[in-house]
């Protein structure tokens, strides 16, 4: 018989489960840092886009490329990171029990860490010893500090993520036989993805680029540093995204008054994101010469493995809905969507980033075929790109999941008053990002350049001709930057109500009740060591040749170029 | 009587398979996926033009 997708009428198995109050301090130092480096980089963002459209100038004093690099320092790594951390540390406590004093110290010792990294790279970048943007590719040189404040903002999330990860195996441990809870699932397998990933990052930073910033070597393998960049930039935006599926999968459906489709299918989901979204970084590279064919060709294959996953997200959660709304009384081919709580901000945000991220998967497919990327490589498509996918689809849910997520951790209420201004702050965003995105994409498409600052191309015509278009301009972008600043000064707004004076009371953690085939769970699906070991043969076979061949056949090495951009 | 019950039960059953229905998702995923193919023909075109 087929079970009520409702969860209204699902019998209660055990009481609503709350975050620990000690468990919610933590959660909530992460959230306060990530929202302050929000604002400081919003408004970075604002005066570099004025800047890149040549209606400001920016002062003597603060570059271009400092400000460049300060927006996406703070708001792609810093911002994301800590909530992301706040988010696990509040979800692991409410599904899986307090953490033990031991773990979360250790939560605490990873939150200290990372933050003195944060500083220290912050430093460099305001002392304007570091603009050499958040991808701090070589030859451009930081300040050894930068690099180290790096370093370390990566080991403190590899500690904290130690302690969520033991507090999650403890469960299981605990629990034999038993599948373990959903969110715990989740959180592991993308911090295992991030600690797998990290390798790479940690690897180039503390072999390459410190010693050479310390002049201990005059020069660096770029090809090889880049390469080891990539092999943690791109699952670095699997570590964005798969804690915003994870309010898809889990918030969502109880937000909607539903349960999750399928645990297994999700389960799947997420197994596939380890296994197939790190063997593919050279599709960043199609451009690069120094990789053969064959090992871009291999990794591209492997990109578009990493799709199926994403496809399946996309049909669980509209199943989801579909089948939540036609229970509550939705009928025909589509109105049942009337039945969803439109007016519902913890809905709404992520929604319309679930809808912003179809042209951004779309987009995504086409950077990462081999000759589409010939066309729109290092323009200003990519900028579009990014700004879609971590930019729209993971902030807008991060955005929805700051109106519970806060008032849970600080024991206050999600008030009328406030929901209005999240859906005021979620149209904006969406306006603001659909003129500056949707502007960016098409100058890329003409040949607009990325990473560079205002320029006329010396009054080239094809150039000129490039930003003379009605949306395709200057302006277009410069007025979505506006909207987009507003959007997020509102937000901080918001944020700042929701931690310190909103009404003191009681709110949900929403989260799915067990899907119906939870009992059926594959255990398969939970044998880790399994999936790590199919993960490191599938990024042993994709980059041992090919990193082999650029160390014993290194292209000449290159001095520092540390002057070009200050 | 019986047939009664019966006949509702297997009403109700039709009522709760309807909820279960999925039309609205296949007419979405095929949405997407004709999305997808058309945005990588419309770049793949300009690729062909400017070669």
């Known amino acids: ?566 | 009587m019986s047939r009664t019950v019966l006949k509702t039960q297997q009403h109700q059953q039709l009522k709760q398979e309807d909820h279960s229905s999925l039309k609205g998702t296949l007419v979405f995923v095929m949405f997407v996926g004709a999305f997808i193919f058309v945005s990588w023909f419309a770049v793949f075109y300009l690729f062909l033009i400017r070669t």
């Open chain 1, 1 to 566: 018989m087929l079970q009520s997708n409702l969860a209204y009428k699902l019998p209660l198995t055990e009481e609503p489960a709350h975050v620990a109050s000690k468990d919610a301090k933590l959660s909530f130092v992460h959230v306060v840092v990530a929202f302050f480096a929000f604002l400081i980089g919003i408004l970075g963002g604002l005066l570099q886009g004025l800047a890149r459209g040549g209606i400001i100038e920016l002062p003597a004093w603060l570059g271009y490329y400092q400000i460049l690099t300060a927006h996406g320092v703070l708001l792609a790594l810093v911002f994301t990171t800590y909530l992301i951390f706040g988010f696990f540390f509040a979800g692991m406590s409410r599904t899986h029990g307090a953490f033990s004093d031991r773990l979360r110290k250790m939560g605490w010792a990873g939150f200290i860490i990372t933050t003195i990294g944060t500083l220290m790279a912050a430093s460099m970048i305001i002392a304007n010893e570091a603009s050499v943007l958040y991808t701090f590719y070589a030859p451009l040189q930081a300040h050894y500090i930068f690099y180290s404040g790096l370093a370390l903002f990566v080991v403190g999330t590899w500690v904290a993520g130690a302690a969520i990860m033991a507090h999650y195996f403890q469960w299981k441990k605990e629990h034999p036989g038993e599948p373990t809870p959903l969110f715990g699932f989740m959180a592991t397998a993308t911090l295992i993805l991030w600690v797998v990933a990290g390798l790479g990052v940690a690897a180039t930073v503390l072999g390459q680029m410190l010693p050479w910033a310390l002049g201990m070597t005059d020069e660096i393998n770029v090809l090889l540093s880049r390469t080891l960049f990539w092999y943690f930039g791109h699952p670095l935006v699997y570590f964005w995204i798969m804690p915003a599926y994870m309010v898809w999968y889990l918030v969502i459906p109880k937000v909607i008054g539903g349960r999750l489709f399928s645990g297994s299918l999700a389960r799947l989901a997420f197994i596939l994101f380890l296994l197939f979204s790190i063997p593919v970084g050279f599709h960043h590279q199609l451009m690069e010469a120094g990789i053969t064919e064959f090992w871009k060709y291999i990794q591209t294959v492997l990109t578009f493995v990493v799709v199926v996953p994403s496809l399946l997200t996309a049909f669980s959660i509209f199943a989801t809905f579909e089948q939540t709304g036609r229970e509550q009384g939705g009928k025909g081919l589509f109105s049942w969507i009337k039945k969803l709580p439109w007016g519902d901000v913890r809905f709404f945000a992520p929604f319309m980033g679930m809808l912003v991220f179809i042209p951004a998967g779309a987009g995504g497919l086409i950077n990462a075929s081999f000759q589409l990327n010939a066309v729109v490589h290092n323009t200003l498509w990519v900028v579009g790109h990014f700004h879609l996918t971590v930019g729209t689809t993971v902030i807008l849910t991060f955005f929805g999941m700051a109106f519970w997520l806060i008032p849970v951790i600080t024991g206050r209420r999600l008030t009328k008053s406030m929901n209005r201004s999240g859906m005021v702050t979620t149209w904006l965003w969406t306006i603001g990002m659909f003129l500056m995105s949707g502007a960016m994409h098409i100058l890329g498409l003409f040949g607009a350049p990325r990473r560079t600052a205002y320029t006329t191309y010396q009054d080239h015509p094809q150039a000129m001709s490039w930003f003379e278009g009605i949306f395709a301009s200057h302006i277009t972008v410069a007025i979505g930057g506006v909207i987009l600043t507003a959007a997020g000064i509102l937000m901080f707004y918001n944020f700042i109500y929701l931690a310190w004076f909103a009404p003191k009371g009681e709110t949900e953690f929403p989260m799915t009740p067990d899907p119906d085939d939870t009992p059926h769970t594959p255990a398969l699906l939970e044998n880790w060591k399994l999936w790590i070991g199919i993960a490191v043969v599938l990024i042993l076979f994709a980059y041992t040749i090919p990193i082999y061949d650029m160390i014993v056949n290194a292209p000449p090495g290159s001095p520092a170029f540390n002057n070009l951009i200050r």
